[in-house]
C-alpha cells in the first residue's frame, strides 16, 4: 500500500488573513464546505485572535457555528492565547493549534510579546485545556526570521520540547517567510523525528522564494507525513515583512500523488474547488495545476499531427 499523507489545508485562515479586501463570511463558510468534500484530514478554518490585529478573521465564531462538519474531517484553528482558547472551545473546534515564534523579534511583531510571555500564555492554555481538546502548537519562523536572518535548529528543537513536555499532540515547524532550502529541511525533519518520535509533526511552508515543492519532497523523503497547504497558493503573515503564499495545496497533492503517495484527495474535486478562489478573492491565485490541469489531462494533437502521421507512413 502507498505511504498515507495527511493534508491540513489553511486557505481560509493563513490563506485569508494577508487579503486586503474583507472575504464575506457566507463564502468563508461555502469553501470550508466545499473543502470539507475534498478528503482532507484536517482544515484550519479561522483564527481567534485579536479582531484588531487580524480583522478578515474578525467573523471567527459565526464561520466555524456555520460550517457543516463532515465526519472524519477536523476542523482546528489557531489560538494565540487563554481568551481565543476560550473562544475556541466554546465554538467546539477539534484541535486547538497554539502559536507562537521561535523569533524573538518576529514573535514581538506578531504577537506583541517577548517569546517567554507567549510561552507562559501558551502553557496556562494548555494547563486550562486540561486534554479536553488536542492541543497542536505551530512554532514560527523554524527556518529564518525575515529580520534577525537565522534560527538555530537547537532554539526550535528546545521550543518544541518544552510543549512536548505538556504532553501536546503535535508540532507545526513552520517556515512563516519561505527561507528553507531543501537541505535545511532535511536536516530538520531528522532531528525532529529523532527528538519527538511520538507527537504528530507537520511541516508548513510558504513558497515565497520557488521552494515550497523542494521542500515538501525533502521532507517526504525524511518520512514527514503531515503538511499544511493553501488551496490556491494564497497566505501570509501580516507581522512578517516579506510574506507571501504558502505552498499551494493542490500543486503539493497533485505532484505526492503523480509519484504515489496516498493523500486521499480527490483530485477532481480540489481543482474545481480552487477554481471557485479567483472570484472569491478577486484576483489572480499562484497555484499552477488548476491553471495547467493534472498530467492526466490531455490536449488534442493539432490536425497537421494527423496529416504528418500519414505522411510519413
Ligand atoms: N480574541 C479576541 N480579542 C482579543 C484576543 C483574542 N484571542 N486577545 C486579545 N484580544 C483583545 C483584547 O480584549 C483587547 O481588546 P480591547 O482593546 O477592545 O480592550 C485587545 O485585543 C488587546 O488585548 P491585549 O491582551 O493587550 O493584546 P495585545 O494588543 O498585546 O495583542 C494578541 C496580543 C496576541 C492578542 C494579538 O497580537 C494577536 O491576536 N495576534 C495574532 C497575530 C496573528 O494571528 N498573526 C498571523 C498568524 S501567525
Ligand atoms: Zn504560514
Known amino acids: ?38 478528503g482532507y484530514a484536517k482544515i484550519e478554518v479561522t483564527s481567534f485572535t485579536s479582531p484588531k490585529a487580524i480583522p478578515m478573521l474578525r467573523d471567527a465564531e459565526e464561520v466555524m457555528g456555520r460550517i457543516r462538519r463532515v465526519p472524519g474531517v477536523e476542523y482546528t484553528v489557531l489560538v494565540p ?45 494548555i494547563r486550562v485545556v486540561d486534554g479536553r481538546t488536542p492541543v497542536n502548537v505551530s512554532l514560527s519562523t523554524c527556518f529564518g526570521c525575515p529580520m534577525e536572518g537565522d534560527v538555530p535548529q537547537a532554539e526550535v528543537l528546545a521550543w518544541g520540547q518544552r510543549f512536548a513536555d505538556q504532553g501536546v499532540r503535535g508540532l507545526t515547524i513552520c517556515d512563516t517567510t519561505g527561507m528553507a532550502h531543501p537541505a535545511h529541511v532535511a536536516r530538520m525533519c531528522e532531528a525532529l523525528q529523532q527528538r519527538f518520535p511520538a507527537l504528530q509533526l507537520t511541516l508548513h511552508f510558504h513558497n515565497t522564494r520557488g521552494m515550497g515543492l523542494a521542500n515538501v519532497l525533502a521532507a517526504v523523503q525524511s518520512g514527514i507525513t503531515r503538511f499544511d497547504g493553501s488551496l490556491g497558493g ?65 490536449h488534442p494533437a493539432p490536425p497537421a499531427v494527423a496529416e504528418l502521421r500519414a505522411a510519413f507512413s
Do not use: W
Not at 474583507?22 to 466545499?34: G, M, Q, S, Y
Open 234 to 298: 494564497l497566505g501570509g503573515c501580516p507581522y512578517a515583512p516579506g510574506a507571501s503564499g504558502n505552498i499551494s495545496s493542490e500543486d503539493a497533492i497533485h505532484m505526492l500523488e503523480a509519484m504515489g503517495y496516498d493523500t486521499g484527495i480527490d483530485m477532481a474535486r480540489l481543482l474545481q474547488v480552487a477554481r471557485m478562489l479567483p472570484a472569491i478573492v478577486g484576483h489572480e491565485v499562484p497555484g499552477q495545476v488548476a491553471k495547467a490541469g493534472p498530467t492526466s489531462q490531455l
Open 1 to 38: 500500500m502507498s505511504k498515507r499523507i495527511h493534508f491540513n489545508d489553511v486557505v481560509t485562515r493563513d490563506g485569508f488573513q494577508i487579503e486586503p479586501e474583507f472575504i464575506p463570511t457566507d463564502a468563508k463558510v461555502r469553501l470550508v464546505d466545499a473543502l470539507g468534500d475534498c
Open 81 to 125: 492565547n487563554l481568551r481565543g482558547a476560550e473562544r475556541a472551545m466554546e465554538s467546539r473546534a477539534d484541535e486547538l493549534n497554539l502559536v507562537m515564534s521561535t523569533s524573538e523579534t518576529h514573535n514581538l511583531a506578531n504577537l506583541r510579546m517577548p517569546r517567554e510571555k507567549s510561552f507562559a500564555a501558551l502553557s496556562e492554555v
